[in-house]
């Protein structure tokens, strides 16, 4: 059993000729066909967009988009938002808020940071002072 493997950075684009993502790695398994992965962009507006089964091109070669086993992530159905961008919104929305949360959970890390390190700048002055009158009252005796 014989196969290849090489690692890539090839286009990939759907009939409209739109770029959807880029090829990362390939295999030629001679029993099996032909297998790649790569990253192609799942969503557009905010709302995911359904890629299963479609048909690409890879370097101008034909290719169908499958699913990933083990990938657990999912986002809102273009279908559920049919007619209007609510569904958009509310994932921009939902990401502005994640954003904002974690730029506030940053600023509180980074002054706790700040608080520790003064705290132990303050200690390590105490112990100065503390070793310095010691060695003071050394020289006077």
């Known amino acids: 059993s014989s196969s290849s493997s090489?690692?890539?950075?090839?286009?990939?684009?759907?009939a409209g000729g739109e770029v959807l993502g880029r090829l990362t790695s390939y295999a030629?398994?001679?029993q099996s066909g032909h297998f790649g992965l790569g990253?192609?962009?799942c969503r557009k507006g905010g709302v995911q967009?359904?890629?299963?089964?479609?048909?690409v091109l890879?370097?101008?070669?034909?290719?169908?988009v499958v699913d990933v086993p083990y990938a657990t992530r999912?986002?809102?159905?273009?279908?559920a938002a049919a007619g209007s961008t609510a569904a958009a919104d509310a994932a921009a929305d939902s990401l502005q808020d994640r954003a904002a949360a974690a730029k506030?959970?940053?600023?509180?890390?980074k002054?706790?940071?700040e608080a520790a390190k003064a705290d132990r700048l303050r200690a390590m002055q105490e112990r100065l002072a503390a070793f310095q009158a010691t060695q003071q009252k050394l020289k006077q005796q």
């Open 6 to 14: 090489s690692s890539s950075s090839s286009s990939s684009s759907a």
């Open 49 to 55: 967009v359904p890629l299963k089964g479609i048909s």
């Open 74 to 79: 999912q986002l809102p159905v273009a279908g």
């Open 28 to 30: 030629n398994l001679e």
């Open 58 to 64: 890879v370097d101008g070669q034909p290719a169908k």
């Open 39 to 41: 990253y192609i962009r």
């Open 111 to 113: 002054a706790a940071a």
């Open 104 to 109: 506030l959970a940053k600023q509180a890390e």
